[in-house]
């Protein structure tokens, strides 16, 4: 899977039509978070964290649910700074997770995390502190 990949799926899931297609792919599309053995693997994983938000917005929240195990581990791990420094892609993952709180609501995003691995519920919450903050452009 590729770039290409991941923004026809992203696509694909707008289309009512073709969402159980893009269902049909979650598995291959949490297969890519786990890639990190190319110069430019985090550029992979920003844009595909980029386009989950648009997928899980597109399919909603019943059409995911059944699937988020599947991203949830991976996500948390690339939303952590690399070296105590925000890159593209933890931001991107950062998004992703902010969005699944969104759409599922703060109790039942908290309780599907906490289901999953409750070591991850402290993360949860540093990210939901941080994505809550004025960010800060430098001109």
Same mark, same amino acid.
């Given at each position: 899977?590729?770039?290409?990949?991941?923004?026809?799926?992203?696509?694909?899931?707008?289309?009512?039509?073709?969402?159980?297609?893009?269902?049909?792919?979650?598995?291959?599309?949490?297969?890519?978070?786990?890639?990190?053995?190319?110069?430019?693997?985090?550029?992979? %994983?920003?844009?595909?964290?980029?386009?989950?938000?648009?997928? @899980?917005?597109? =399919?909603? *929240?019943? #059409?995911?649910? !059944?699937?988020?195990?599947?991203?949830?581990?991976?996500?948390?791990?690339?939303?952590?700074?690399?070296?105590?420094?925000?890159?593209?892609?933890?931001?991107?993952?950062?998004?992703?997770?902010?969005?699944?709180?969104?759409?599922?609501?703060?109790?039942?995003? %908290?309780?599907?995390?906490?289901?999953?691995?409750?070591?991850? @519920?402290?993360? =949860?919450? *540093?990210? #939901?502190?941080? !994505?809550?903050?004025?960010?800060?452009?430098?001109?």
């Amino acid at each position: 899977m590729s770039d290409g990949s991941i923004f026809l799926l992203r696509e694909c899931s707008k289309v009512p039509d073709l969402q159980d297609f893009v269902v049909a792919n979650f598995e291959n599309l949490s297969n890519l978070t786990y890639i990190d053995h190319f110069k430019h693997a985090s550029t992979l %994983k920003e844009n595909l964290f980029k386009s989950l938000v648009v997928i @899980l917005q597109s =399919l909603g *929240k019943k #059409k995911m649910r !059944g699937h988020l195990e599947l991203f949830l581990e991976p996500t948390f791990r690339n939303a952590r700074p690399v070296d105590g420094v925000e890159t593209n892609m933890s931001i991107a993952a950062q998004d992703f997770v902010l969005e699944m709180d969104n759409q599922y609501g703060e109790n039942i995003f %908290k309780a599907i995390v906490e289901g999953f691995d409750d070591r991850l @519920l402290g993360a =949860l919450q *540093k990210i #939901k502190v941080e !994505g809550n903050k004025p960010s800060i452009q430098d001109f």
